[in-house]
């Protein structure tokens, strides 16, 4: 069993980005999944790049702009994202809010590639 206030986790700065953060909310002993909570403060970013392992997001508040692949979308409060693996994708909280989701992965090794614009 493990119940924890999410907002007490650790949070720390994702490092190439733009006013973000992250908070592992999964224990270190799970070895099936983890869950990630990450804020994007108002005006912060995370660049193009790609992953090896797919993703998947639940916006828990706010909204960004999220390009994943070419397609653009408004992500907001609610909406769930799929990333598939070895796809670009990036996240701008230009809307005039935070910007803070969740972020679900396998417990797999991952490998992140920056994309240039």
Same mark, same amino acid.
């Given at each position: 069993?493990?119940?924890?206030?999410?907002?007490?986790?650790?949070?720390?700065?994702?490092?190439?980005?733009?006013?973000?953060?992250? *908070?592992?909310?999964?224990?270190?002993?799970?070895?099936?999944?983890? $869950?990630?909570?990450?804020?994007?403060?108002?005006? +912060? &970013?995370?660049?193009?790049?790609?992953?090896?392992?797919?993703?998947?997001?639940?916006?828990?508040?706010?909204?960004?702009?999220?390009?994943?692949?070419?397609?653009?979308?408004? *992500?907001?409060?609610?909406?769930?994202?799929?990333?598939?693996?070895? $796809?670009?994708?990036?996240?701008?909280?230009?809307? +005039? &809010?935070?910007?803070?989701?969740?972020?679900?992965?396998?417990?797999?090794?991952?490998?992140?590639?920056?994309?240039?614009?």
């Amino acid at each position: 069993m493990y119940l924890k206030d999410s907002d007490s986790i650790e949070k720390n700065q994702i490092p190439k980005t733009v006013d973000a953060s992250i *908070a592992v909310l999964t224990p270190n002993s799970d070895k099936d999944f983890i $869950v990630r909570k990450i804020l994007l403060k108002n005006g +912060g &970013s995370m660049p193009n790049h790609t992953n090896i392992i797919q993703h998947q997001q639940y916006v828990v508040s706010g909204e960004a702009k999220v390009v994943v692949g070419k397609e653009e979308y408004r *992500a907001k409060q609610g909406d769930f994202i799929y990333i598939p693996a070895g $796809v670009e994708h990036y996240y701008e909280a230009c809307y +005039g &809010s935070d910007y803070e989701f969740l972020c679900m992965i396998t417990t797999k090794e991952d490998e992140i590639t920056f994309i240039e614009k």
